[in-house]
């Protein structure tokens, strides 16, 4: 079926820069809006950022200016480029996607899927 999967995280110091990428993998028909979260443990899933299939952005005011999200639709691929990382921004960073699929009955299905989350941990 539908699947999610992101790379990119990691270890880094606090001021350097990581870029993560998720990649839609499977049968699907359009993807609407691709966006960013985190969480840390314990605690619940929180935004991060947003693009659109046209490539409007919203982004969180924790990462204003310090985070960039991009796609590339030939793809089916989502980035979030982080850069200033701060020890608050470390947390498992999860993709997510708002897409349309043929499903069992054949029709067009509107679905939202999770990747399986990548651990991003900024030192100070």
């Known amino acids: 079926q539908v699947q999610l999967v992101e790379s990119g995280g990691g270890l880094v110091q606090a001021g350097g820069s990581l870029r993560l990428s998720c990649e839609v993998f499977g049968s699907i028909f359009s993807i609407n809006r691709m966006n960013w979260y985190r969480q840390v443990s314990g605690l619940q899933r929180d935004f991060v950022a947003t693009?659109?299939?046209?490539?409007?952005?919203i982004y969180a005011n924790s990462v204003k200016g310090r985070f960039t999200i991009s796609r590339d639709n030939a793809k089916n691929t989502v980035y979030l480029q982080m850069d200033s990382l701060k020890p608050e921004d470390t947390a498992v960073y999860y993709c997510?996607?708002?897409?349309?699929?043929?499903?069992?009955?054949?029709?067009?299905?509107?679905?939202?899927?999770w990747g399986q989350g990548t651990q991003v941990t900024v030192s100070s």
């Open positions: 997510n996607a708002d897409l349309l699929r043929y499903g069992n009955s054949g029709y067009l299905e509107n679905d939202d899927y």
């Open positions: 693009i659109t299939s046209g490539g409007s952005t």
